[in-house]
């Protein structure tokens, strides 16, 4: 059964960075839309970033010129470089990709990875 398998998450002072992996296991025949979510106490599920098969991103606004995402399609691989962090992005991160497995296309979310930013 394919799964989103993340890493990279992690306590980190204010200002610092972290980086976001996360990857399918299994057989995956082609990924379309690869992006993060985050969700802190408390709040809603908010987009973060998404990354098209082409490379076109999209970040959030609050994010903007702190966080990049990318990906390595020979790797099967999306990335969130997260840079300049603030408490405010304390939350759990998903990892979130359209998939074709088994014959469809088929929407995955990670387990998620939690990123604690201290003041």
């Known amino acids: 059964q394919v799964q989103l398998v993340e890493s990279g998450g992690g306590l980190v002072q204010a200002g610092g960075s972290l980086r976001l992996s996360c990857a399918p296991s299994?057989?995956?025949?082609?990924?379309?839309?690869m992006g993060w979510h985050r969700q802190a106490p408390g709040k809603q599920r908010e987009l973060v970033a998404t990354?098209?098969?082409?490379?076109?991103?999209n970040l959030a606004g609050s994010v903007k010129g702190r966080f990049t995402i990318s990906r390595d399609n020979a790797k099967n691989t999306v990335y969130l470089q997260m840079n300049s962090l603030k408490p405010e992005d304390t939350a759990v991160y998903y990892c979130?990709?359209?998939?074709?497995?088994?014959?469809?296309?088929?929407?995955?979310w990670g387990q998620g990875t939690q990123v604690t930013v201290s003041s």
């Open positions: 990354v098209t098969s082409g490379g076109i991103t």
């Open positions: 299994g057989s995956i025949a082609s990924i379309q839309t």
């Open positions: 979130n990709a359209d998939l074709w497995s088994d014959g469809a296309w088929r929407n995955y």
